[in-house]
């Protein structure tokens, strides 16, 4: 019901905007809070960042604000994640994930989620 896409190889410095697409959720995408997840070889999945679902509230894994932008366009049932000046250290494979909830609240915690999608693998070379 999810699908993740955008991501690819880029140099470090560049930027890449994912998307994830909504389907299923259909006429109730705009109920739904998203959040992007991401999961480096080795490591947990940790969150990246989070918008409400009307867009009005967002938040950000600390070290990744102002680097990462996460917006939404109700109307094509999709939400965006834009990266700017990439770092190896963002290499990793990237989920969307949705929740039906009035309020942000443990946004960062992956047992949050209902729905996720399958994951779009960025990788930053040095």
């Known amino acids: 019901q999810l699908q993740a896409s955008g991501g690819g190889l880029v140099q470090a410095g560049g930027s890449l905007r994912l998307s994830c697409a909504a389907s299923g959720l259909g006429l109730h995408f705009n109920m739904y809070n998203i959040g992007w997840f991401r999961q480096a070889p080795g490591k947990d999945r940790e969150f990246v960042a989070v918008?409400?679902?009307?867009?009005?509230?967002?938040y950000y894994e600390g070290s990744l604000k102002g680097r990462f932008t996460i917006s939404r366009d109700n109307a094509k049932n999709t939400v965006y994640l834009q990266m700017n000046s990439l770092k190896p250290e963002d290499t990793a494979v990237y989920y969307c994930?949705?929740?039906?909830?009035?309020?942000?609240?443990?946004?960062?915690?992956?047992?949050?989620?209902?729905?996720w999608g399958q994951g779009t693998l960025v990788t930053v070379s040095s």
């Open positions: 994930a949705a929740v039906q909830k009035p309020y942000l609240t443990n946004y960062d915690r992956t047992s949050e989620y209902n729905y």
């Open positions: 918008i409400r679902w009307n867009g009005d509230t967002t």
